[in-house]
């Protein structure tokens, strides 16, 4: 559900009767709280691996280059998966290397790697980038699935994408951050902590729902059809 900066700022001082025009807290502080809420709840989600945010990046192989074409050009908070789409039509999982360092083992000229062989690879900035070399272009042959970065509330007409009950946690969190208390003179925690709880169970619940696929090997390492597990 998509909401903008405005509707959880006019949430945060309806909920604390805080009014932007006699208040001493500016918009601009309540941005800031809710930023920081925001970011909170979107690690959690985020951490809790359930493909909420999830973006598909197709990209070619360019020959002799490491780059991919077109780059991901979203700032991205984690790299979920990263295939190789084969000439037959089989995906292999591109291997994350453990150190950037291991890229000198794959450093030799005379190697040859297309779109069937293996590849590694390895963050360098906010580029993703292939060991071995490939040595022969490939069209739309990678698929980067990715976190990208949580959206900043910069502007009040800045829209962010809310999973279930998070505008509400957001607010609650704000409140918080800014030490206020809503306008009954009580203290946010306890409405928090009900709305988190809640928030919890919606997201185990879409867990069961929409499991998650992964590519199994053979005993040779081959890959094999991607199955669903829940």
């Known amino acids: 559900m998509a909401t ?16 932007s025009a006699t208040a ?32 598909v990046h197709t990209a070619s192989l360019v020959a002799n280059s490491r ?16 295939e190789v789409i084969q ?3 089989d995906r292999q999982p591109v291997v994350p290397l453990s150190a950037k360092t291991e890229k000198f083992y794959f450093e030799d000229g005379s190697m040859t790697a297309t779109r069937d062989d293996q590849f590694y ?9 292939l060991v071995p070399t490939p040595t022969e272009a490939a ?24 999973a279930d009950r998070w505008a509400k946690v957001i607010t ?5 951050n800014l030490q206020l208390r809503l306008q009954d003179g009580r203290d946010p925690r306890e409405e ?4 988190e709880k809640l928030m919890s169970y919606t997201l185990e619940g879409r867990q069961r729902q929409a499991p998650r696929r992964i590519v199994p090997t053979d005993d040779e390492g081959y890959t094999v059809d991607g199955i669903w597990v829940g």
């Open 87 to 89: 000439s037959d039509g």
């Open 24 to 55: 001493t807290i500016s918009d601009n502080q309540v941005l800031r709280a809710v930023n920081s809420a925001h970011e909170y709840y979107y690690d959690i989600i985020v951490a809790s691996d359930e493909g909420y945010f999830e973006e």
């Open 121 to 129: 690879y390895y963050i360098e900035g906010n580029k993703i980038q």
């Open 172 to 176: 609650l969190r704000a409140l918080l």
């Open 67 to 82: 780059n991919l074409n077109p780059a991901v050009t979203s700032t991205f908070k984690k790299i979920d998966l990263v």
């Open 139 to 162: 069209t739309d042959a990678i698929e980067i699935t990715f976190v990208p970065a949580a959206t900043q509330l910069s502007t009040t007409t800045t829209v962010i994408d809310c």
């Open 192 to 195: 928090l902590a009900s709305e």
């Open 4 to 19: 903008t900066a405005t509707t959880i700022i006019t949430d945060v001082r309806t909920l604390s009767d805080t009014d």
